[in-house]
């Protein structure tokens, strides 16, 4: 079965940096799009960043972009999310997912599979 787990959440003051990595199993990973996505307490989940089967396409939230990352290395089976200039606001249990959609997707509904989560907390 398809398996997602999450690794490198924690505490970080702002202005810092994590990095947080995925590893799947049970699908072929060099075949799947992933996905980032991130929930903060009291509010819904919402789109961070994906990345297409290849890595040759990648898209980003508003919120993130310029500061966060995704990459992915199919040998691994890992996607990984790089976060700099971290903010208060960027906290949040962070997710990563798998969709059948080739370049990915920016919708929740899309996604066929998720990770555990991972929490990230932003500190002043």
């Known amino acids: 079965q398809v398996q997602l787990v999450e690794f490198g959440g924690g505490l970080v003051q702002a202005g810092g940096s994590l990095r947080l990595s995925c590893a799947a199993s049970?699908?072929?990973?060099?075949?799947?799009?992933m996905g980032w996505f991130r929930q903060a307490p009291g509010k819904e989940r919402e789109f961070v960043a994906f990345?297409?089967?290849?890595?040759?396409?990648?898209s980003y939230a508003d919120s993130v972009k310029g500061r966060f990352t995704i990459s992915r290395d199919n040998a691994k089976n890992t996607v990984y999310l790089q976060m700099n200039s971290m903010k208060r606001k960027d906290t949040a249990v962070y997710y990563c997912a798998v969709t059948s959609y080739e370049h990915g997707s920016y919708y929740y509904a899309d996604y066929d599979y998720w990770g555990q989560g991972t929490q990230v907390t932003v500190s002043s």
């Open positions: 049970g699908l072929t990973f060099s075949s799947s799009a």
């Open positions: 990345i297409s089967w290849s890595g040759g396409s990648t």
